[in-house]
């Protein structure tokens, strides 16, 4: 079957880094999508990786291992306002996103 | 990025009634758009598939009678919750992807229900 896991919650402080790793299991691959959601709001799309490596965008990268059906989301510098769920979505052969239950992160001063 | 608008954003229906959801893709055209509900603390979970002009595509234990999806054109999808009850109430997300294949899925700003 198709499966994301991912950590319920996460605490971390402001100004430090913290890491979201995700695992998946899908039926076919065809990219890893990272997505924001603060309460209450729709996701708002971070990232998107196909190839393996590291892809950086600001203060936020997003890495994957196709082999290891992995990737992990890395938050540098937090920022109070950082503090949301974080989406890992998994795009399968039919171009569906399987999505995991979300990552609760929570930023302390 | 693409603005999906959703709407409304919130509303509160008596036990019974019907309430009817709309999803538009403002910048791009969607033909495929995307239904999802989500409870509290729990993640996205796909309710239907809704294709221009043809019959939305139902997840497992969706109940299709209830959730009536109707995707008239090419930039609206509509969600109607008929006979709704209060375990209805949940927040309702759609998303569109412009075109097909791999391509960054945009949400609306969801609608949250709330059956009293």
């Known amino acids: 079957g198709q499966n994301i896991d991912q950590p319920t919650e996460m605490t971390a402080t402001e100004g430090a880094i913290v890491q979201i790793n995700c695992t998946y299991q899908?039926?076919?691959?065809?990219?890893l999508f990272w997505y924001q959601q603060h309460a209450g709001e729709a996701p708002t799309f971070l990232s998107y990786?196909?190839l393996d490596g590291l892809e950086e965008k600001g203060r936020f990268s997003s890495f994957l291992s196709r082999s290891k059906g992995y990737s992990y989301l890395l938050l540098k510098e937090l920022q109070m306002k950082d503090s949301a769920s974080y989406l890992c979505?998994?795009?399968?052969?039919?171009?569906?996103?399987?999505w995991g239950a979300g990552t609760k992160l929570i930023i302390k001063p | 990025g693409a603005v999906v608008s959703q709407h409304p954003s919130w509303v509160i229906c008596k036990s019974g009634t019907s309430v009817k959801i709309e999803c538009r893709s403002l910048?791009?055209?969607?033909?495929?758009m995307f239904w999802y509900r989500q409870f509290p603390k729990q993640s996205l979970m796909l309710m239907a598939t809704s294709n221009e002009g043809s019959k939305a595509t139902y997840e497992q234990g969706v109940e299709k009678d209830k959730f009536l999806i109707n995707h008239a054109s090419l930039t609206l999808s509509t969600l109607t919750v008929t006979s709704a009850h209060p375990e209805d109430s949940s927040f309702y997300i759609c998303s569109a992807k412009p075109g097909t294949g791999v391509t960054e899925a945009f949400f609306g700003q969801g609608t949250r229900l709330t059956v009293v």
């Open positions: 910048d791009f055209q969607a033909t495929t």
């Open positions: 990786n196909v």
């Open positions: 899908t039926s076919g691959f065809n990219g």
């Open positions: 979505a998994a795009m399968d052969s039919n171009y569906q996103l399987i």
